[in-house]
C-alpha cells in the first residue's frame, strides 16, 4: 500500500509567531491521526537549498501509512479545529499526494 503525505509550502508569512495555536493544534491532529512529521524546515534546523521559484520559507513534510490515512486526518474534526487557529497574513500550498509503492 501507497503511504500518504502532506506537504505544506509557505510562500509568505508575515508573523511566524502568530502560527503557534495552529501548530500546536496540527500537531496534535496530526499525531492522532497516524502522521509523522518528516522535516519541518527551518523552524528544526534543517537545511534547505532553494532553486527555480527560490522558496526558502517554512516547508513541512508529513508521512501516513497510506493516501487515505493522510486524507482522513486532513478531514478530521481535530484538523479542522486546527485550519480554524491559521492566522490571516500567509500564503500557503498545501497538497496531499500518494507516494510511490
Known amino acids: ?8 509550502v509557505y510562500p509568505a508569512i508575515s508573523d511566524p509567531e502568530t502560527l503557534t495555536a495552529y501548530d ?6 496530526v499525531q492522532a491521526g497516524g502522521g ?8 528544526r534546523g534543517g537545511r534547505v537549498v532553494a ?3 527560490g522558496i526558502t520559507q517554512r516547508v513541512v513534510l ?3 501509512d ?18 480554524v487557529a491559521l492566522p490571516d497574513g500567509f500564503e500557503r500550498d498545501f497538497r496531499i ?3 510511490i509503492d
Open 1 to 8: 500500500m501507497a503511504k500518504g503525505y502532506w506537504v505544506s
Open 24 to 29: 500546536k493544534l496540527a500537531g496534535q491532529a
Open 36 to 43: 509523522r512529521v518528516l522535516s519541518r524546515i527551518p523552524s
Open 51 to 53: 532553486h527555480e521559484a
Open 62 to 64: 508529513i508521512e501516513f
Open 66 to 83: 497510506s493516501f487515505e490515512q493522510a486524507v482522513a486526518a486532513y478531514e478530521s474534526e481535530a484538523y479542522q479545529k486546527a485550519l
Open 97 to 99: 499526494i500518494e507516494g
